[in-house]
């Protein structure tokens, strides 16, 4: 397999492009080695700029849950590109996309539209400071929030990955804003509430982690968070983002039966184009602008591209929910599988997954929460992932972050790349 065209495309990217990628962890950074130019991809298929085919265990980090190129996507945004790109005010089409989310959530009320999972966990924080008029929030570390600056503290996903303490750039008053505990660890939420009565407006949370790898909230962890926020006025914030529409139809809040005050979304709300929202019950949501005072906007907020995009896809996942049943079902193939060949190794190792989410920890411990997950033998992962790149098995490029499996994936590609483990494993161990 060459890579001679990725690897002049990369030189050549870094000559006009910050490290010659738009977002850091496709750098390849961790793991070594030159990062593939995608130029095209089909059902559960990714093709380089050389041609070579990778079965596809990103899915654009979530959103290609039903297979890249999917068809009745790809048709409706042709449909209504036609219509023009963009109108910079309302259409109907946004109401269905409104509608149809509160259907597949029931605690839904009100939703708002943005174009990214950053600026959807962005706004949701300031709806709860907006509304409990207080400053601090709690999150977690190596939880992912997105790149706005109050989540740059000990956050998930690239930071961890590039091992990056402090951003600069984040100023002192914003960090002093973010408390951070280990997740799972429901006695040091206690704690930080106890030391900051009345002044922490919301906890926000990946109801189950994907940008440590993949990690789940023990039992008893949400329901114990629910308790607190209940109990001190705060606002409990799932960052869906990633387990929205994936988990369940209704996402982690119907999957593990816990209820969030607010809710992110983004990837698989757009179904790959730029989407994220955020939402939650009316009397919090009736603080946003213009009904409330709490500004929040958007000039390309609710594109009619992106909302037929995101709302043909949904419409499939609401109509057809046996779909995700389907995809679990091969995430547990492929987990009995990977246990089966890593068993026989005899090398340490946690498989961690839920739903269609699925990470290995080459770990002799539980993997529950960032310590666990860097302690882990980060260096084995990386020589794993170049190893199974090199047999046509793309996986993602950092032990902090979670696989998401398709539903375009068949039978034969879960043995292909079961038999790719197999064969990787012996050449890193
Ligand atoms: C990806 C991600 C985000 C950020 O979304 P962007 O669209 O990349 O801004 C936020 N939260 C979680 C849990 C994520 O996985």
Redesign the pocket.
């Known amino acids: 397999m060459t890579i001679q065209k990725s690897e002049s495309l990369f030189q050549r990217a870094q000559q006009s492009i910050p490290g010659g990628v738009n977002s850091p962890v496709r750098a390849f950074k961790s793991v070594g080695g030159t990062p593939l130019f995608i130029s095209k991809a089909k059902g559960a298929y990714l093709y380089d700029a050389d041609g070579n085919r990778y079965i596809d265990y990103i899915a654009s980090?979530g959103p290609m849950i039903l297979g890249h190129a999917y068809e009745p996507v790809i048709k409706a945004i042709q449909e209504q590109a036609v219509y023009s790109t963009s109108y910079g005010a309302p259409t109907e089409l946004e109401i269905r996309m409104a509608e149809l989310i509160k259907s597949m959530v029931p605690n839904v009320d009100l939703i708002r539209m943005v174009s990214?999972?950053?600026?959807a966990?962005m706004s949701a924080i300031r709806v709860a400071r907006g509304y409990t008029g207080r400053n601090k929030i709690i999150k977690f570390e190596g939880?992912?929030?997105?790149?706005a600056d109050s989540f740059l503290v000990k956050a998930g996903?690239g930071v961890a990955t590039f091992n990056i303490q402090t951003v600069p750039g984040v100023t002192a008053g914003v960090a002093a804003d973010t408390l951070t505990c280990a997740y799972n660890d429901l006695a040091a939420v206690e704690k930080l509430v106890n030391e900051n009565k009345q002044q922490i407006a919301a906890i926000i949370i990946?109801p189950v982690a994907?940008?440590m790898g993949c990690i789940l909230p023990e039992s008893g962890y949400l329901a114990g968070l629910r308790k607190i926020c209940d109990a001190e006025g705060i606002l409990f914030i799932f960052?869906e983002?990633?387990t929205g529409f994936r988990l369940a139809k209704g996402g982690a809040q119907e999957r593990l039966g816990i209820d969030a005050d607010l809710v992110?979304y983004?990837?698989v709300i757009g179904a790959g184009m730029p989407v994220?929202a955020f939402g939650g019950k009316k009397h919090i949501m009736e603080v946003v602008s213009p009904l409330g005072n709490v500004y929040q906007a958007g000039t390309l907020s609710g594109n009619p591209i992106a909302m037929i995009a995101g709302y043909t896809l949904l419409t499939v996942l609401n109509e057809q929910p046996q779909l995700l049943q389907e995809i679990e079902e091969k995430t547990i193939y492929l987990k009995d599988g990977l246990d089966t060949i890593l068993a026989a190794t005899g090398i340490p190792y946690v498989i961690n997954q839920l739903g269609s989410m699925i990470s290995i920890h080459f770990s002799d411990r539980p993997v529950t929460d960032f310590a666990t997950a860097a302690a882990a033998n980060n260096q084995l992962f990386n020589k794993f992932f170049h190893a199974m790149l090199k047999r046509g098995v793309y996986l993602p490029p950092s032990a902090f972050e979670s696989w998401f499996l398709n539903n375009a994936l068949t039978q034969e590609d879960l043995d292909v790349t079961l038999q790719a483990t197999k064969e990787s494993l012996e050449e890193v161990l």
């Open positions: 980090w990214s999972g950053t600026e966990c939880c992912y929030h997105g790149h996903s990946e994907g940008n960052d983002v990633m992110t983004g990837k994220g």
